[in-house]
């Protein structure tokens, strides 16, 4: 088959569209012929030599696939050769195939190709598990979220308004009116504004519920004082850097937590625990058009240079799929 490899970590020219062996299935997980896979900033930190795929994990980048089951371990019993799944990934979705343990599988839903259907595995379950699970957003509360034109933000936007929240999101200004239909509730030019004071005029003061955080330490003082009493911050990203200090008496006067996770580093059963309550309790909102996966660009993966240029700079609204043109 062939995959995208790294020879030598560096920019996007770094990445080779180069013949590698086939897997092969263990006795737990599916060969998946690949239709599609997507770009997540995961990929970029891999290919730059920051965030080596755990051990056991292809080599080759790639978060979430799309395709078919194209061969079955022997103890694999919930799916069938041609099922059309996305899957979530250790890595290896840059490729034409890629071994999966089954219980990380999820069937492409109704009225989503099977080639769109790889931007949904690693934001639903990286929005499900923090947001939802995590930090346990309910229906009324107030989420702010940072990112909105991203992927993640895309998705996270469109599953809480669709849960009851109301959404307030910071990204660049001229993704503001897409990301408004997409249900955002407040649109914050984080490039010309201070989102704290937009956040508490807001909420009449009270600040956010919960906060879904990429940026880290450049952000994590302002995001405690936007939070309200009871808050939960969960910072999944480190974009703005990784030390910070933080007034803790801030954090207890508001009886506030600061919590962090890693999707891709989780053993397997919490994937498999994750990639199931999705099924349950996502999957039946993206089926019914809810939630939709919001998609700027697609490109043959042997042009996937030129997917991960678009994406470090963020002017893409929602996901970047690679294609295999191959198939």
């Known amino acids: 088959m062939y995959a995208v490899t790294i020879p030598q970590p560096g920019g996007p020219e770094a990445l080779t569209w180069a013949e590698v062996d086939d897997p092969v299935p263990g006795p737990d997980e599916v060969l998946i012929d690949i239709s599609a896979s997507a770009v997540n900033r995961a990929d970029l930190m ?33 799916w069938h050769l041609g099922d059309e799944v996305c899957a979530l990934l250790g890595g290896g979705g840059y490729a034409e195939k890629v071994t999966v343990p089954a219980q990380h599988c999820l069937p492409v839903p109704a009225g989503v190709s099977v080639t769109d259907a790889a931007a949904l595995p690693e934001v639903a379950c990286t929005v499900w598990s923090n947001v939802f ?3 346990g957003l309910r229906a009324g509360e107030v989420l702010l979220l940072h990112g909105g034109g991203s992927g993640i933000g895309t998705f996270a ?8 929240a109301r959404v307030l999101t910071t990204a660049r200004a001229p993704k503001h009116q897409a990301l408004r239909e997409l249900g955002a509730d407040l649109t914050i030019d984080y490039a010309g504004e201070a989102f704290v004071a937009a956040v508490r005029a807001a909420t009449d003061d009270r600040g956010a519920d919960v906060i879904l955080d990429i940026m880290g330490a450049s952000y994590l003082e302002r995001n405690v004082d936007a939070l309200a009493t009871g808050g939960r911050l969960v910072i999944i990203g480190l974009q703005g ?9 801030t954090l207890m006067a508001k009886r506030a937590s600061v919590l962090s996770t890693a999707l891709r580093s989780r053993p397997a059963d919490e994937k498999a625990a994750i990639v199931a309550a999705v099924r349950k309790h996502v999957w039946p909102l993206v089926e019914n058009g809810q939630v939709r996966p919001v998609i700027s660009t697609r490109l043959p993966m042997s042009d996937a240079a030129e997917a991960h240029r678009i994406v470090e700079s963020s002017e893409h609204l929602g996901k970047v799929v690679l294609v295999n043109s191959r198939r």
Request: glycine fraction near 16%.
């Open 133 to 135: 699970d995590l930090a």
């Open 46 to 78: 891999q290919r730059a030599g920051l965030y080596p795929p755990p051990p056991g994990a292809p080599p080759y980048p790639g978060l979430e696939c799309s395709g078919r089951v194209a061969a079955l371990g022997a103890n694999v019993t919930q």
């Open 241 to 249: 850097g990784r030390t910070a200090e933080l007034n803790l008496g």
């Open 157 to 164: 936007i469109q599953l809480a308004k669709a849960r009851g």
